[in-house]
């Protein structure tokens, strides 16, 4: 039987009015602007399941295009994305996908487009509680949370990268909670997540591209309470 703290009864701290609508929400969008490496000038979001049926009403879509701006789900500020999405300048747009099977009813994707015409496809779960879950990065499913500050690397998927990247974390005195490998395909891009329950050191990303077949780095540190 698995445990819930009494937080998880309670709920997050949010602008409301749904943990998992709107902070949920917040917070899947806020992580995906955490894994774009450029400024956003352009934010598409497709929503499915009960997100589809809901958005406008529990502010899903607010909660959404504020964490694309950094906001995170306690931030007053997200009862004026729209607002102050105009006054930035950044385009957004909102489609519904009502015929599109997914795994979870709170399931969005969020694609952020630089003004160089750099792009990101990201799709994110909130499974309740203002928890979430990031399962695509662009057309390879992955699986993190973002509870725990997160190593993302894509790849060649080659032999010795992996020994590569864990001789990198050793040597930076990074312990390692959980390690997972998710490619396309054998030889094909990849991209392997690592989570560690303390704060992970800037100076890895360069030492871990030295490695050739090393194509982006992005560390993502868990924010203290």
């Not at 949010?14 to 955490?34: C, E, F």
């Not at 499915?48 to 959404?64: I, M, N, P, R, V």
């Not at 105009?86 to 795994?103: C, H, M, N, P």
């Not at 990247?165 to 030889?187: D, P, W, Y």
Request: negative net charge; hydrophobic residues 40%.
């Amino acid at each position: 039987m698995q445990e819930i703290s009494l937080f998880d009864v309670i709920g997050p701290n949010m602008i409301g009015p749904s943990s998992s609508h709107t902070a949920g929400a917040a917070a899947m969008a806020l992580l995906a602007r955490k894994l774009f490496a450029k400024e956003p000038v352009r934010a598409d979001f497709t929503l499915y399941g009960s997100f589809a049926e809901t958005y406008s009403g529990h502010g899903t879509d607010k909660a959404l295009l504020g964490g694309v701006m950094g906001f995170h789900p306690d931030d007053v500020r997200i009862r004026e994305s729209f607002r102050l999405a105009d006054e930035a300048g950044l385009i957004y747009q909102f489609s519904i996908d009502r015929k599109t099977e997914v795994s979870h009813p709170n399931t969005a994707d969020i694609l952020l487009t630089a003004a160089d015409g750099t792009a990101q496809f990201i799709r994110g779960e909130s499974v309740g509680g203002g928890k979430i879950k990031i399962v695509k990065i662009n057309n390879i499913d992955v699986e993190f949370t973002g509870e725990y500050s997160t190593l993302i690397v894509k790849q060649i998927d080659r032999p010795g990268v992996i020994a590569h990247l864990t001789s990198c974390l050793s040597h930076q005195n990074v312990n390692i909670a959980f390690m997972r490998l998710f490619r396309e395909a054998k030889g094909a891009a990849a991209y392997t997540i690592i989570e560690s329950d303390e704060y992970i050191p800037e100076t890895i990303v360069d030492e871990i591209r030295r490695n050739s077949c090393v194509l982006e780095t992005t560390v993502i540190q868990l924010e203290e309470e």
